[in-house]
C-alpha cells in the first residue's frame, strides 16, 4: 500500500483527475472501516493505511489540499475530491492539521463561491469535516475569508437556492455554539459578529436559529 499511495500522490501532481483513484481506494477500505464503527475492530490493511497517513510522506489529505487550488477543474471533479476528502478526515481525523496553514484552508473556502450550487453545498459538508473538534480550524477559518464567502451564498430572494441556504443554516447551527477549551475559545455571540458586516440582519438569523434549536430540543424529549 505504501507504494501505491506515493504513486497516486506523484500522478496527482500531474494530474488532478487522479482524485477519482483515491476515491476508489477509500471505497475498498469501506468494508473495514464499517466494521471498525461496529466492533471496534481494526483490519490489518486498515491499520496500515491508518499508518500511512500519519507520514507527511504518505498522507493523502496534504497531497489533495494542493490540488484544490487547481483552478482548471470541472464541478465533477470538486465533487469527487470533496467527498475523499471528508472520508479522510472521518477516517484519520489528525489529518485536519493539515488546515492549521491559513493557504489550505483559504483553497477550500474559495469552492463555496463556484457556481454550481452542488458544488458550494458540498464544500460547506467538507468546511464541517475539516473544522469538527478543532478549534484552530475554527480560526484559520475565520481569518481565511470564511465568515464573510460563507454567509453571502445565503440568499432568502432566490428560490432555486433553498437547499443551499438549509445547507448554510446547518453550518451555522454547527459554527454559532460556544466554544470551550482554552484563551482561543469563543462565543456563538462572539462569533455572530463575524457575519455582520456582510449580513446586517444576523441578529434575525441568530434569533431563528435559537428559534430551531429550541423546537428541535423538544421534538427529541
Same mark, same amino acid.
Given at each position: 500500500?505504501?507504494?501505491? @499511495?506515493?504513486? $497516486?500522490?506523484?500522478?496527482?501532481?500531474?494530474?488532478?483527475? /487522479?482524485?477519482?483513484?483515491?476515491?476508489?481506494?477509500?471505497?475498498?477500505?469501506?468494508?473495514?472501516? &464499517?466494521?471498525?464503527?461496529?466492533?471496534?475492530?481494526?483490519?490489518?490493511? !486498515?491499520?496500515?493505511?491508518?499508518?500511512?497517513?500519519?507520514?507527511?510522506? /504518505? *498522507?493523502?489529505?496534504?497531497?489533495l489540499?494542493?490540488?484544490?487550488? =487547481?483552478?482548471?477543474? *470541472?464541478?465533477?471533479?470538486?465533487?469527487?475530491?470533496?467527498?475523499? $476528502?471528508?472520508?479522510?478526515?472521518?477516517?484519520?481525523?489528525?489529518s485536519?492539521?493539515?488546515?492549521?496553514?491559513?493557504?489550505?484552508?483559504?483553497s477550500?473556502?474559495?469552492?463555496?463561491?463556484?457556481?454550481?450550487?452542488?458544488?458550494?453545498?458540498?464544500? @460547506?459538508?467538507?468546511?464541517?469535516?475539516?473544522?469538527? =473538534?478543532? !478549534?484552530?480550524?475554527?480560526?484559520?477559518?475565520?481569518?481565511?475569508?470564511?465568515?464573510?464567502?460563507? @454567509?453571502?451564498?445565503?440568499?432568502?430572494?432566490?428560490?432555486?437556492?433553498q437547499?443551499? *441556504?438549509?445547507?448554510?443554516?446547518?453550518? $451555522?447551527?454547527?459554527?454559532?455554539?460556544?466554544?470551550?477549551?482554552?484563551? &482561543?475559545?469563543?462565543?456563538?455571540?462572539?462569533?455572530?459578529?463575524?457575519?455582520?458586516?456582510?449580513?446586517?440582519? @444576523?441578529?434575525?438569523?441568530?434569533?431563528?436559529? *435559537?428559534?430551531?434549536?429550541?423546537? !428541535?430540543? /423538544?421534538?427529541?424529549?
Amino acid at each position: 500500500m505504501d507504494s501505491q @499511495i506515493l504513486q $497516486l500522490i506523484e500522478r496527482l501532481d500531474e494530474d488532478a483527475s /487522479t482524485v477519482t483513484k483515491i476515491d476508489e481506494l477509500l471505497a475498498k477500505l469501506l468494508p473495514s472501516i &464499517e466494521k471498525l464503527h461496529v466492533s471496534r475492530y481494526v483490519s490489518p490493511e !486498515l491499520q496500515l493505511f491508518l499508518d500511512l497517513q500519519d507520514d507527511f510522506r /504518505t *498522507n493523502l489529505t496534504n497531497a489533495l489540499v494542493e490540488v484544490y487550488r =487547481n483552478d482548471e477543474w *470541472n464541478a465533477e471533479q470538486v465533487l469527487v475530491a470533496n467527498r475523499v $476528502l471528508q472520508g479522510l478526515l472521518m477516517i484519520h481525523p489528525a489529518s485536519r492539521v493539515v488546515f492549521h496553514r491559513q493557504r489550505n484552508m483559504a483553497s477550500i473556502i474559495k469552492y463555496l463561491g463556484h457556481e454550481d450550487m452542488e458544488v458550494a453545498k458540498s464544500t @460547506i459538508i467538507t468546511l464541517i469535516h475539516v473544522m469538527i =473538534n478543532d !478549534l484552530q480550524n475554527f480560526r484559520m477559518f475565520e481569518s481565511a475569508g470564511g465568515c464573510s464567502a460563507l @454567509i453571502k451564498r445565503f440568499d432568502l430572494d432566490r428560490q432555486d437556492q433553498q437547499n443551499l *441556504n438549509y445547507k448554510v443554516i446547518e453550518f $451555522l447551527l454547527f459554527y454559532l455554539v460556544d466554544e470551550e477549551g482554552g484563551p &482561543e475559545a469563543l462565543t456563538g455571540a462572539q462569533k455572530s459578529e463575524l457575519f455582520r458586516s456582510d449580513f446586517a440582519d @444576523i441578529d434575525w438569523l441568530v434569533e431563528s436559529l *435559537n428559534d430551531m434549536k429550541a423546537e !428541535l430540543g /423538544t421534538i427529541r424529549e
